[in-house]
């Protein structure tokens, strides 16, 4: 009976152990990957009043409102206005064509009409992004985990809801194929000579690689981010019909709704190394087509009769500029044959002896480097703004070379972006991120072809990677309300991926240990690391004043000195190779560079130096006697009489020991013994990828103690672990 009953125990208590380690998946995914909801402007609990009031009279820098009905809440809606994402100063043309194909250059700055914002009601969970056309706002409202969207090219007569949409996204995948089919109309001898001279000639040109993985080829290309520049057309129809002729507003609803597509790839983790590989594109140059008589390389626009995709997608090819560029793209709102809401060539396309996608030459006055989208079905229908969106990002990952989630034959690949058909609804971030299988052959046409992409030079908030002049990155705003609190996401209410004082949190730890879990100041066994953040020059409130910086730092002339020289009015150096026993803080004297406690004996003890004195009073009053860590020496300084107390000073003098953490300049350091002389190594300042606070500490050892029992093999072990206990006793 004594051997069932722990038999028993045994059993239950390894199935026990099984569900909390099959269940510590599901925990990671819950609190990880929790997928927001997506909803049409139709929702009964959301509606708005989105004509727009403005109020620049009141100095308040989200100067236009309007009005959100939010579970029949009714919310001022606040925005201000804001820069693109894909719009880089310096490199971003903006071209008009206007009558017989005469052109000019204009200012995107004169037609960009993007913005920002946040509820009321909500400032802390809502997010607003979008365009202003005609007095009205257009976008995307974020509220908690659930998006909506104001849409203007979704028809307020036929807000459209199948059960089941059957529109078809494209039919890429046979786009190679038409020119080599001698019974297709696109048929054409000549160019399949050259393309195939082409091929002949690229794989001649191949040379021997060293013996390196696809995925070590592209973390040596990737760098910290490469971008592809595009060349994107919208052609009259688009212009007319849907914007009725108002550049701006067509302009501002093109440059967000291919924001909103770059995010998708900004935040993908192609190499699925747990981190955004920061991979996306910019606009350098858009061509808007004023005229109705279409440029040559453009089909004359259809009407109502639908047109032939493949038809307007391989004249688009001719267009003489495209070789220099990345990719070039079509916007349009031609009513397409089979209801197709767009088509590209899909990047090393093996039906086309491998040419396409990203980055291909021009030969025979044609370039394979082409994309196609429209934003219009049929009987006065357009797409909204979710759809649109999900086809230009999908027929943008066709050029780098996914095929069709469908193509590859894996459940785990369906129900992503490069799936065949357009989803009625998004319902989750699966259907707007790529899968593994698309993944991997982008991977593959990236490291073959993609070099024609360019560095990342400005940071992008909302990749989770930690960029220049970024705190922190939590990535978008559902991914930060859910799991991290201390960041500001993008397009909130304050400035994006910074720290969220207005929570009351003081740092972040993506910028390192001098910050805890907690998301406040931390004290490292002898540094406190109160200010670690700030830097010079000094502003707001101390701007014309000394200001605290980095790790017990002052700024005195815009650079960052130690404390303890900065109270003395003098400048921090590198302290001389003596055989000091410990780190300590070295400050300019005249000539000399000699430690903080030194310098404050000669001009106190010494020289009795009135003006110093009173300058160390003024500043130690609250700093010294504030915070009492070890690693700090005290000595009593008197000027005068010793025996009147307010002519005595009580001061501390930084000192650490090899291992023990340092400063200098205000960054932190770690004191190390080289060659019986004391030097402070500086630490690197922060790692390069986002830190979330609720991931580390314990709670981050549950989730790595989990994984491990996430292994079958593991499980087995400790199955027969308990077997050969159960024998013993037995």
Not at 14 to 42: C, G, M, Q, R, W
Not at 383 to 404: D, K
Not at 414 to 427: A, E, K, L, N, Q
Request: charged share 25%; glycine share 6%; with cysteine.
């Amino acid at each position: 009976m004594k051997n069932f009953q722990i038999t028993i125990i045994i059993l239950v208590s390894y199935v026990v152990l099984d569900l909390l380690f099959n269940s510590a998946k599901v925990i990671s995914l819950t609190i990880l990957e929790e997928l927001p909801e997506y909803h049409l402007t139709s929702d009964e609990q959301f509606s708005y009043e989105n004509k727009i009031i403005d109020r620049k009279n009141e100095a308040n820098p989200f100067s236009y409102v309007f009005k959100i009905i939010y579970r029949n809440n009714i919310s001022n809606a606040y925005i201000r206005k804001r820069k693109s994402d894909i719009i880089l100063k310096g490199k971003s043309t903006l071209t008009v064509i206007y009558g017989d194909g005469k052109n000019y250059s204009e200012d995107f700055d004169k037609y960009v009409e993007l913005y920002e914002g946040y509820m009321e009601n909500r400032p802390e969970d809502s997010s607003i992004s979008g365009y202003i056309k005609d007095n009205y706002f257009y976008g995307r409202v974020i509220i908690a985990k659930e998006v909506y969207y104001i849409d203007q090219t979704e028809s307020t007569t036929h807000r459209f809801r199948r059960e089941s949409s059957g529109i078809l996204i494209d039919k890429s995948e046979d786009l190679g194929k038409i020119f080599h089919d001698k019974n297709n109309s696109h048929y054409n001898p000549e160019l399949v000579a050259h393309i195939k001279q082409a091929f002949r000639k690229r794989m001649q040109a191949l040379t021997v690689k060293p013996d390196k993985s696809t995925l070590e080829e592209f973390h040596k290309w990737k760098q910290q981010g490469m971008l592809c520049p595009l060349l994107l057309v919208m052609d009259n129809s688009f212009l007319r019909i849907l914007h009725g002729g108002n550049k701006q507003s067509a302009i501002s609803h093109v440059l967000f709704t291919l924001e909103e597509s770059n995010v998708i790839f900004r935040t993908t983790d192609f190499d699925m190394k747990g981190g955004a590989d920061n991979i996306g594109f910019y606009i350098k140059k858009l061509e808007i087509v004023e005229t109705i008589k279409p440029p040559y390389y453009l089909e004359k626009y259809s009407g109502t009769i639908p047109a032939d995709s493949i038809s307007a997608l391989t004249t688009f090819t001719m267009y003489q500029e495209l070789g220099n560029y990345c990719l070039g793209g079509l916007l349009t709102a031609q009513v397409f044959d089979e209801s197709v809401l767009g088509l590209a060539f899909v990047g090393a396309d093996d039906n086309n002896y491998g040419l396409g996608g990203i980055c291909e030459s021009t030969f025979y006055d044609t370039t394979f480097n082409t994309f196609l989208a429209t934003a219009y079905l049929y009987e006065g229908r357009t797409l909204n703004q979710m759809q649109f969106e999900a086809t230009i990002a999908h027929e943008i990952g066709h050029t780098f070379g996914s095929l069709h989630d469908s193509e590859d034959g894996r459940l785990d690949c369906f129900g992503h972006i490069m799936s065949p058909v357009v989803f009625d609804r998004y319902t989750n971030k699966k259907q707007v991120s790529f899968s593994s299988c698309s993944k991997r052959r982008m991977i593959d046409v990236m490291v073959m072809k993609a070099k024609c992409f360019e560095p990342v030079e400005a940071s992008f908030c909302g990749n989770t990677i930690l960029e220049k002049d970024e705190d922190c990155d939590c990535g978008l705003m559902m991914e930060c309300s859910k799991k991290d609190p201390c960041c500001v996401p993008r397009r909130t209410s304050e400035q994006p991926c910074k720290v969220n004082r207005k929570k009351g949190y003081k740092c972040h730890p993506s910028q390192g240990i001098c910050c805890t879990n907690k998301c406040t100041y931390a004290i490292l066994d002898n540094v406190y690391c109160n200010n670690f953040d700030m830097t010079c020059p000094c502003t707001g409130k101390y701007e014309g004043k000394s200001c605290p910086c980095g790790v017990r730092g002052r700024c005195l002339n815009d650079v960052c000195h130690s404390y303890e020289c900065d109270r003395l009015g003098l400048t921090e150096c590198d302290c001389a190779p003596v055989k000091l026993k410990s780190c300590e803080h070295c400050c300019q004297l005249d000539d000399k560079c000699v430690t903080a406690f030194r310098a404050t004996q000669i001009l106190i003890k010494e020289k009795q130096d009135k003006r110093v004195f009173e300058r160390i009073r003024n500043m130690t009053s609250r700093t010294d006697k504030k915070h009492d860590i070890k690693g700090r020496i005290h000595e009593r300084f008197c000027i005068g009489d010793e025996k009147i107390k307010k002519n005595c000073l009580h001061l501390q003098f930084f000192k650490a020991t090899a291992g023990q953490y340092c400063s200098t300049r205000g960054s932190l350091g770690k004191c190390i013994n080289n060659k019986e002389t004391f030097v402070c190594k500086i630490l690197e300042k922060k790692p390069k990828t986002h830190t979330f606070p609720f991931a580390t500490g314990s709670c981050g050892t549950c989730f790595k103690i989990f994984s491990i029992f996430q292994i079958p093999a593991v499980k087995y072990i400790v199955f027969i672990f308990y077997c050969l206990i159960l024998k013993e006793i037995t």
